[in-house]
């Protein structure tokens, strides 16, 4: 498996711009670019050595095997190999000691901005691209979902927590069948107008495809695991189970971009959030996804991020929900990406834009890690891909933007015109 994020070579070559776009990231990594500064250093003055003395002993075993064909004195040779065959043993040994040492220094490095990323250390130097529809005027005080949902009997957070805890849900009646809509809506969107194949991948995925992702090692306290002898954990997103699709493979250049949809459950710890967003069903435990994810040739993946971006920002379209898509700065990147786009729906109880979608581009950041290539058009040395990502879309930050932008005085909600074929032909849910 190729688990290292950044090319040795790009540490090694370019250092100081690595150093400086990373640093762009927070100041976090300086000590573990340090390190592998010295590292590095080490080993390439260990390799040498050791490429020496192994050359050494093959010409010398030449002569060995010479002598005892002749019949002459090989005692003086065979203990020079002895002791060559000694140090090379040592002298691999604290190779191996490094790379050992290395390894977990380069999965923890983020991936690297692309150069044209706005530099800033939280949203506030987030970037508007585009603003898309115009958020409803309403003539009474819109209610928030969380006070919605239950008044319609279509959403329950007390039962949910005597089974489960706190930030779970229980989905009733229209309630239901209108997060089903919403995930027949957006998988025929995406495999009839935008091409995607859809997949149902496993829900459970092991270690090697978190590494492969970047969710390990260092998010690994954000996952579920499952109990037992078992190493396998619930997936936070279906971004990892399509990612891995293709994970130890080579993909032939004519056959790029290949494009994946898929709904699944999705399950987050939300390890140090508590606090924040934990009303409602803005951030819970367990969640509904239609997920987008593209494997494409380096030289198609600006453009890929561009067109999965404007897939996402479709469904919000038909729905005729407002939003607004947002660049993000260097700080508030995930640490996959070198390049997102957030898109925030129009909540209006809160009178805010919410995150509902963010795409990504890695670059070759996973396929390196999870050792995806493929082979350029008429020949030539193997690359690794690009991968994309993005929600297309958070099926339950959907829901809430549907109850909120379309409810009415009296209580009821309105469905959306683009889902009314898929609620049976039901065009209100009223209360009771």
Known sequence: MGRNMLETAQLRDAFDETRR?????????????DRLQELDGVRRELLPR??????????????????????????????????RAEEIKVLDAQVASLDEERTPLLLALPNTPQA???????????????????????????????????????????????????????????????????????????????????????YLVNRTALTGTGNL??????????????????????????????REETLEHADLPRRYTAYTPCFRSEAGSYGADVRGLIRQHQFAKVELMTFAAPEQSGEELERLT??????????????????????????????TYDIEVWLPSQRVYREISSCSNTEAFQARRAAIRYRPSGGGKLAHVHTLNGSGLAVGRTLIAVLENYQEADGSVRIPDVLVPYMGGLTRIGPG
């Open 21 to 33: 776009r990373l640093h762009t990231r927070g100041p976090g990594a300086d000590a573990v670019l």
């Open 50 to 83: 050791v490429e020496g003395l192994k050359a050494d002993r093959n010409r010398i075993g030449e002569q060995i095997a010479q002598a005892k064909r002749t019949g002459q004195d090989a005692t003086t040779l065979l203990a020079e190999n002895k002791r």
């Open 116 to 202: 044209d990323v706005p530099e800033g250390t939280s949203a506030e130097g987030n970037i508007e691209v585009r603003r898309w529809g115009t958020p409803r005027t309403f003539d009474f005080e819109p209610k928030a979902h969380w006070d919605l949902g239950p008044a319609l009997g279509i959403l329950d957070f007390e039962r949910a927590a005597r089974m489960s805890g706190a930030r779970f849900a229980v989905l009733l009646r229209e309630g239901a069948r209108l997060s089903r809509a919403l995930i027949s809506f957006m998988l025929d969107l995406h495999t009839g107008e935008h091409g995607y194949t859809e997949v149902e991948p496993p």
């Open 217 to 246: 090692p260092k998010f690994e306290q954000d996952l579920f695991r499952i109990a037992g002898d078992w190493d396998l954990f619930l997936i936070p997103t279906a971004e990892v189970p399509l990612t891995n699709l293709h």
């Open 310 to 339: 404007a897939c996402a920002e479709k469904v919000l379209q038909l729905l005729e929900l407002p939003y607004r898509t947002m660049l993000l700065c260097t700080g508030d990147m995930g640490f996959a990406s070198a390049r």
